[in-house]
């Protein structure tokens, strides 16, 4: 089955930009969804990225896949307070819509 | 985008006592549901797929007598937790799937459900 890697803590500064590492085993991944989870919440779908695809900006997002190392980036330009919460990467394989979680970073921004 | 609720949002319960949970679709409908279990600052696991009209699939090493399911509807599907114990306290959230662009579907997220049980 598909393993998920992500770095369990990230510490920014108000302003500054986030960059949330990941990264998955199964090569058949073709959808590749971000996750945000806000404290005592479900989960709220941030954006996604096809495995043909490169990038990916939305706003203030940006998803960068390398597929050949198959590592996914998220990165959050001028973040903000509220974006503090736990960012979940999820990988689909096997065009499948059913997403694979890692244990998922905590973003904590600093005023 | 898509709405996926689910009640209650958190229980309290005596050990040996029965829960359930509903997972409901607001605004689209849903033949297939997905229930998972968030043990705290750990990822998601799959319990369970809940097919409407027809049995759930259940994933490996989950009781299917104690976490039986329910899909009454294209918009519900329930969740009992049987006998709780206090192991079984956690967080419980249910999915569905629906249409994000052409080919594509995407998991939509219930808020959640706290259970305790004492």
């Known amino acids: 089955g598909e393993d998920v890697e992500q770095s369990l803590f990230l510490s920014v500064r108000e302003g500054d930009s986030s960059v949330i590492n990941c990264t998955y085993t199964d090569s058949s991944s073709t959808y590749l969804y971000w996750y945000k989870q806000e404290p005592g919440a479900g989960l709220q779908l941030l954006t996604y990225i096809f495995s043909n695809m490169d990038m990916k900006q939305d706003q203030r997002l940006t998803v960068l896949l390398n597929k050949k190392d198959k590592h996914l980036s998220l990165r959050i330009a001028d973040t903000q307070t509220g974006d503090s919460a736990i960012y979940f990467c999820?990988?689909?394989?096997?065009?499948?819509?059913?997403?694979?979680f890692g244990r998922g970073t905590s973003l904590i921004v600093h005023p | 985008g898509a709405v996926v609720s689910q009640h209650p949002s958190r229980v309290i319960c005596k050990s040996g006592t029965s829960v359930k949970i509903e997972c409901r679709s607001l605004?689209?409908?849903?033949?297939?549901m997905f229930w998972y279990r968030q043990f705290p600052k750990q990822s998601l696991m799959l319990m369970a797929t809940?097919?409407?009209?027809?049995?759930?699939?259940?994933e490996q090493g989950v009781e299917k007598d104690k976490f039986l399911i329910n899909h009454a509807s294209l918009t519900l599907s329930t969740l009992t937790v049987t006998s709780a114990h206090p192991e079984d306290s956690s967080f419980y959230i249910c999915s569905a799937p629906h249409r994000l662009a052409a080919n594509t579907d995407t998991q939509y997220f219930g808020p959640g459900t706290r259970l305790t049980v004492l």
């Open positions: 809940s097919n409407e009209g027809s049995k759930a699939t259940y």
């Open positions: 605004d689209f409908q849903a033949t297939t």
């Open positions: 999820a990988p689909a394989s096997g065009g499948s819509y059913i997403p694979t």
